[in-house]
């Protein structure tokens, strides 16, 4: 089992970005989305539909961002999704959501983000604007 460091998130500088009503968000396969993870930054501005495990929504995160394990796919085992993944979106979306729901999100892909682990030292991670989040399974 992987060990999970703790988000100590920078404040955000940008605003969150409104999707259009009308906006596109394309599904993905395991390999596509393991290209946008590897260079979150070529592919900021580009919507998805992603799907994930809460690892972490506590007051470290703060109230509009959470961390997550993501994927492209839905996954039938938490541990099967590969990538560490920052979300941030509204407050009022993230509300009821904890660690180890599983859900699927909308997104729009905002680069990559570095943060400050527990340990102390620096982790980056690709950053995610959640456009709409649906909990799939929620944590027992």
């Known amino acids: 089992m992987p060990v999970r460091a703790a988000l100590a998130l920078p404040a955000m500088s940008h605003q969150a970005a409104r999707s259009a009503p009308t906006a596109t968000y394309e599904t993905l396969t395991a390999r596509e989305w393991a290209l946008i993870a590897k260079d979150p930054d070529a592919h900021a501005g580009e919507r998805y539909v992603v799907y994930g495990v809460v690892t972490q929504s506590d007051a470290a995160t ?4 959470l961390r997550a394990d993501v994927d492209g796919i839905r996954h039938s085992y938490a541990y099967e999704y590969p990538t560490n993944t920052v979300l941030t979106g509204d407050e009022k979306a ?3 959501i904890v ?3 599983s859900f699927t999100a ?3 892909v905002r680069g990559s983000i570095e943060y400050e682990n527990q340990i102390g030292g620096e982790t980056a991670a690709p950053e995610l ?3 709409s989040i ?7």
């Open 106 to 108: 909308k997104v729009e």
């Open 94 to 96: 993230f509300a009821k």
């Open 134 to 140: 649906k909990v799939l399974s929620p944590a027992s």
């Open 129 to 131: 604007q959640v456009d």
């Open 62 to 65: 703060g109230a509009e961002a």
């Open 99 to 101: 660690a180890d729901d």
